[in-house]
């Protein structure tokens, strides 16, 4: 409820004496609507004031009774609070212009004033599979640069993969006693998987395989054409894979830069480390010690000269700052490398980057199945790939069904529309909830089309948009985010959505921005997230009442409602388009 409670704020500041952000923070929403629609609560105040919270809250609205606030028509101590009553007239005339007129761009702003802010994640290892582990860090990362994008930043979103290290030594290692070009052409990423586990069952009997491996690694650093040909050709064939990821997820990056483009850069920060004295050598490699700021050692270089994954984050992170001057970067990368990135950020502070603090983690929780009875491809890895694939398959066969059942054919863009809703339950249900705490995954719940889930937002936007296509009316067939849009929903009988239901679903579609501020600062979308299930509800409960039909016979309440439908679904579809959730026109 961004615009009013902004207001209610500018008029509190003054008489509380304090500047109108701090103020318009503590206001909330009051638990009924007969109560207002702001609550400013004055608990905060009783210790410097002497007094009570109650007489103080009298006070304030004491004072502020004679003053005429636009959309305001009362205020009134209730309790410890101040709250104020917002016209409902009031709120859909300044909100739903808006909302039509700027269609598309509704909520959007362009504070972030083009900075370029690196979104490092997805980020999965080559040669491995692509596992469901890796669908956090791909979701959560994927929203963040549509919110960045929406606040008006560049974001670049970089694709860190892991394409280096001692693991490419025991492939190639193992590769000189058993590799197959055809099998790896044909199996992909399975049969480097198939190597890896065959590369620890041998070492068992044949230790000095290690040996053997961490030779490749270095011959690899070292440039060996055969290795840098096989290698290469394992990252072609992981590549490959990943992309068909993304696509299903529509997901594109606009760097895909791998650990190993950093190799000829971290010469010189190993040089600066030295010049500036933070190296020690320990037991079997060179260290920067952290013990006083209780971050252990960090491991830069081994005793054999090879380089670490720390090591080449030091180098990315500078080439990032030299690329894009960034007001913030973010690192979506799981809650287990918190220590990881804590390591990082503290070197560059030693070694004198006054953007260390720029440099932000942004962890998250774990993935968990309710039910492990899918199947999988290799063994015990559950695969991104195979989940979404089978959550299509089966929003496919709900949509099957619901025709079925109705006695209808097959909508013509099944397939799309299969797409949209297994897709957008599957990332929905990952950014719903506040991203550090765990995620269960339940088949049953993720698809449902009730409750707090993507298909239950896609199904609210398509309802909406086939109800309004039935009206035969100007304000159902102009296009939103046009100055006509604007001018008819300025000249709609705002008295129509006078009503508290009507009120509070105008709140919510205006408070879209704040949610989008707050998600962008606090790097979290389920913020987001939670105003898009706020305004479907607050739809879903006048639509539900039978007294309330948008097409009426009266011509004024229809064309009302209409622009109050239209810009619920507009709402809906800005909010999950910036969380990368498509929205079927019909379903
Ligand atoms: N490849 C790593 C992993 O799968 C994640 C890399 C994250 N990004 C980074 N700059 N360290 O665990």
Redesign the pocket.
Known sequence: MTRFRRLFAEHLAPLVGSDVDSVAEQIGAPPKPDMGQLAFPCFPLAKERRSAPPKIAAELAEQLAGTEIPGIVAIKAVGPYVNAFVDGAAAARAVLPEVLGRGAAFGTHDGGGGAQVPV?FS???IAKPFGIH?LRSTVIGHALVGLLTASGYRPVGIN???DWGTQFGQLLAIWEKKGDEERLTAEGIDYLLALYIEFNELKKDDPSLQDVARDRFKKLEDGDPECRRLWKLFRDVSLAEFERVYALLGIRFDDTRGESFYEDRMGAVLDELESKGLLKESDDATVVDLEEYELGVALVKKRDGSTL?LTR?LA?AQFRWDSYDFPRAL?V??AA?AL?FAQMKKVLELMGRTWHDRVDHIPFGMMRFADRKMATRSGDIILLEDVLTEAIALAKETIVAGANEKGRENPDDLDELAHAIGVGAVVFNDLKNRRTRDVVFDWKQVLSFEGETGPYLQYTAARIGSMVAKAERAMSTVAVGTDEARTLAEGIDAAQLAGQDELRLVLAIDGLRESLDRAVTAAEPSLVADKLLEIAARFSTLYSNRDWKVLSDDEATTDARLALARATRQALVNGLDWLGIPVPARM
């Open positions: 490092d980020s999965p290892n890796h860190h993969l892991g994954y984050d990315a690192y990368v799981g490398q990881h």
